[in-house]
């Protein structure tokens, strides 16, 4: 799939939405601007990214492969606005796949888990990391970005054309429930 410009512009054949924000809160001290931030990066920007591609979107086997979390179906202590935005994440998935189908977009979540990057470096207790590597079951560690490029790539390509509207966890095998 190649991006083609028409004389309406460049065509899209494939979005991922990547960003993504968390910050360790206890319930009782969450406020209105944590709400805002953690929800308007993960979930806002999402929309609006999507809303902007739709109209340069290919005719057929266009993509659209969101970036989600395993906390989304976990309940982590201090992370319920993370965890409750990525869930959001996955329902809008569903979602756009049965509106997006008929124009044969495939629209899907990857949902790492701990995954070697700045943003779990800011926001896990080292401690914990080393405990979660421990108790994954393929080769005992944490993500490496590779790990999950590879899903998104195949995702991203035409032997994914028939996988639309799923969540494919990408944790190592890791359940934290």
């Known amino acids: ?4 410009t028409t004389a309406f512009g460049p065509r899209i054949d494939i979005l991922v939405n990547n960003a993504g924000i968390n910050k360790h809160t206890p319930l009782g001290q969450i406020t209105t601007d944590d709400f805002s931030e953690i929800f308007d990066t993960n979930v806002r920007a999402l929309v609006l990214m999507t809303q902007a591609i739709i109209p ?4 057929r086997n266009a993509r659209i492969i ?8 976990v309940g ?5 606005l993370y965890s409750a935005s990525k869930l959001a994440v996955e329902s809008l998935t569903r ?8 124009r044969g977009v495939t629209v899907n979540t990857v949902a790492p888990g701990s995954t070697q990057s700045d943003l779990l ?13 421990q108790r994954t079951p393929v ?5 490496r970005p590779d790990d999950i490029a590879q899903v998104v790539a195949w995702l991203a390509s035409e032997d994914s054309r ?3 509207g799923q969540c494919i966890c990408a944790s190592g095998g890791y359940r934290m429930y």
């Open 1 to 4: 799939m190649d991006a083609v």
């Open 56 to 59: 340069h979107l290919s005719d």
């Open 66 to 73: 969101n970036i989600g979390s395993t906390a989304a179906r």
């Open 76 to 80: 982590v202590p201090e992370i319920s």
């Open 95 to 102: 979602s756009w796949a049965a509106e997006l189908g008929d």
């Open 121 to 133: 470096d800011a926001s896990t207790n080292s401690d914990d990391v080393v405990s979660e590597a």
């Open 139 to 143: 080769e005992r560690r944490v993500g």
């Open 162 to 164: 028939w996988i639309s």
